[in-house]
Each structure stands twice: as C-alpha cells, then as structure tokens.
T-cell receptor, first 114, second 115 residues
C-alpha cells in the first residue's frame, strides 16, 4: 500500500493565523482525502482533492476556511485559515488503497490553537 | 445524525481473553465495512473488512461479524494481547454519487488489554 508522509506532525498556533499541512505520497494517486478528528469525535471528511480540478468539499466545510492545493498526483496541502480554538483537531490526509477497499492514512497533524 | 455508532468509548480486557468491539449503523446503503486501529501519534491503519454479502471474515486473531438485519457488526480479537491496546474505528462505505464512495467513521473505542 501507499506510504504517506504528512507534516508537520504537530503545531501550536495563535488565533487568527493560518497553518498549511503537507501530504506527500510515494505513488501517484487520483484522489487524496483530508479528514479532521476533533476531540472525542469521529473522523470527518473535509474534502476530496483531485489533481487538476477544484477540491470537493463536504457539507460544513468551505474553501475559504480550508483551501486545498493539489499540484500533482503525489502531493497535496490543506491550509487551516484564520484559526480559532475550535479548529484544534487532528488533521489527516488519506488515499484509497490499491489492495483493499480501505484507505491509507498519514500520521496526522495535531493542531492546537491558542 | 451519526450514521455509524460505536457506543462504547472504552473497553478493558485481560490479556488472553476475547475482546469484542461493537458497531451499529443506520444507513442501509452501506455495503462495505472496515475496522481501523489507531495508536497515539499515528494515523489509523487498516485492520480488517467485510462486504455486505458476507456475515463473517477472519484474519488471524481478528474476526469481523456482520448482521445486516440488525445493522450491526462486531470485531472479535482472540486472544487479546497488550499490543492490541489502541483506539479501534469502525467505518462504513457506501456510494455517495458521482462515481465516488464515501467512508463514514464511528467515534472509536479505546481498547486496553491488561497484562
């Protein structure tokens, strides 16, 4: 299965600033997914990043708050903009597995907004 | 409205005994179910899956049972080992339109295996 490198692994950010999370995959993939896991909550899909087109956002998530880039088939970034303490979460990128019906996840970015 | 529910946030089991993690779902369009294991500071890793056409899938110490009529699945770990201590997520997959499948996760159950 694909190997995903995600960084930063964690960060503490000031309210009102922005953080960009990077995700590098060791193979070409069509779709990359960004998830959020708030404390005590399930993993929630933020958006699907397609190479060469705009990302597709799930209900409750908007491009202005979570802009996504997908410049090629192995890389994507998620930016958390104008952060507030409510954005404190673990953010994970993911790709569909080629060998199972499941997904492979990055190691996550633990974000704390103060 | 949570479509995938793991009602037990935590579970403690003695080493060598059976661990049973439960998951309920509400969406009858889900046709594939997966379990993920997550250690602290790591992303979830795929553990085992089951298609809706089956009622059991076994892989070593891990067995997943699916009861479609009850919309319930469970993960059995036998025998449980201390290294199994992790958070286990149940996930369900279903067609979400436009040629894509969406994965919906439960909140997770933290399993602690006591030596």
């Amino acid at each position: 299965s694909a190997v995903i490198s995600q960084k930063p692994s964690r960060d503490i950010c000031q309210r009102g600033t922005s953080l960009t999370i990077q995700c590098q995959v060791d193979s070409q993939v069509t779709m990359m997914f960004w998830y959020r896991q708030q404390p005590g909550q399930s993993l929630t899909l933020i958006a699907t990043a397609n190479q060469g087109s705009e990302a597709t956002y799930e209900s409750g998530f908007v491009i202005d708050k979570f802009p996504i880039s997908r410049p090629n088939l192995t890389f994507s970034t998620l930016t958390v903009s104008n952060m507030s303490p409510e954005d404190s979460s673990i953010y994970l990128c993911s790709v569909a597995s080629a060998t199972t019906y499941g997904y492979t996840f990055g190691s996550g970015t633990r974000l704390t907004v103060v | 409205d949570q479509q995938v529910k793991q009602n037990s946030p935590s579970l403690s089991v003695q080493e060598g005994r059976i661990s049973i993690l439960n998951c309920d779902y509400t969406n009858s369009m889900f046709d594939y179910f997966l379990w993920y294991k997550k250690y602290p500071a790591e992303g979830p890793t795929f553990l085992i899956s089951i298609s809706s056409i089956k009622d059991k899938n076994e892989d070593g110490r891990f067995t997943v049972f699916l009861n479609k009529s009850a919309k319930h699945l469970s993960l059995h770990i036998v025998p449980s080992q201390p290294g199994d201590s992790a958070v286990y997520f149940c996930a369900a997959s279903g067609y979400s339109g436009a040629g894509s499948y969406q994965l919906t996760f439960g909140k997770g159950t933290k399993l602690s295996v006591i030596p």
